[in-house]
């Protein structure tokens, strides 16, 4: 048996996606990042930030979406390149940019849909994190270009981008970003992306197409 954590629209989507390219029955529950469920004893037993997803699988539990990645990549043995070889290092370099990329994003939900009262909100530190997503955004615009993929085919280093690429749209507009609009397309034209997306329910965390800076 193996069980997801999830939040429709979150870093889950990532674990979802991956299970659904490789082939893996995968029962989900449902959980919010808002009601505090995540602070609950059950939910910190699994993961011990409170943070989501966490894998129930193989008779233990993992949670960073990064580590459940790797693991699900190397005991399946498909969607990413053998340690030791060069394009490892591109995978992994990927992979964690991602993260780096999602932590942005993240901030940035805080700023413009999570954050209470709205007066406690920053226009300043959403300026900010608006142009840093966009510096992310142009470096992986540069490496798209011309490819269809991060790597050479396509693996599991595109999957880590399952929460970001529905999300780096609705703070930034794509039109500078035509590669990366492309890329972000054909990873939601994949059977599994569009199996995940019915599965996993719809975003729990956007209610707006795009979010416009408010620069005061
Ligand atoms: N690096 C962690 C980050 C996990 C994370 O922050 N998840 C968010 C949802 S996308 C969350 O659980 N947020 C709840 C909170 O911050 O309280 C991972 O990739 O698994």
Redesign the pocket.
């Known amino acids: 048996m193996i069980r997801l954590h999830h939040?429709p629209g979150?870093?889950s989507f990532r674990v979802l996606w991956l299970l659904e390219e490789l082939g893996e029955v995968a029962e989900l529950k449902i959980w919010s990042?808002t009601d505090g469920s995540?602070r609950s004893p059950e939910f910190r037993a699994l993961s011990p930030a409170?943070?989501?997803?966490a894998l129930e699988i193989d008779g233990r539990v993992i949670?960073?979406?990064?580590a459940i990645v790797e693991y699900l990549t190397e005991t399946r043995g498909r969607l990413a390149p053998r340690p030791g070889t060069p394009e490892r290092v591109d995978f992994l370099q990927w992979l964690h940019f991602a993260?780096t990329q999602a932590n942005i994003l993240?901030n940035l939900n805080i700023h413009h849909i999570f954050l209470r009262p709205e007066s406690a909100r920053s226009a300043a530190l959403t300026k900010l994190d608006t142009k840093r997503l966009e510096v992310t955004m142009r470096a992986m615009e540069a490496h798209l270009a011309g490819r269809d993929w991060l790597l050479d085919s396509f693996s599991a280093a595109d999957v880590m981008f399952g929460?970001n690429l529905e999300a780096m749209f609705r703070f930034v507009r794509p039109e500078a970003f035509p590669a990366l609009a492309v890329w972000a397309e054909c990873c939601k034209a994949r059977p599994a992306y569009r199996r995940a997306v019915a599965k996993g329910g719809a975003s729990a965390i956007y209610t707006q197409d795009f979010y416009e800076l408010n620069d005061g």
């Open positions: 939040v979150s870093r990042l995540l409170g943070r989501i997803p949670f960073e979406s990064g993260e993240q929460f």
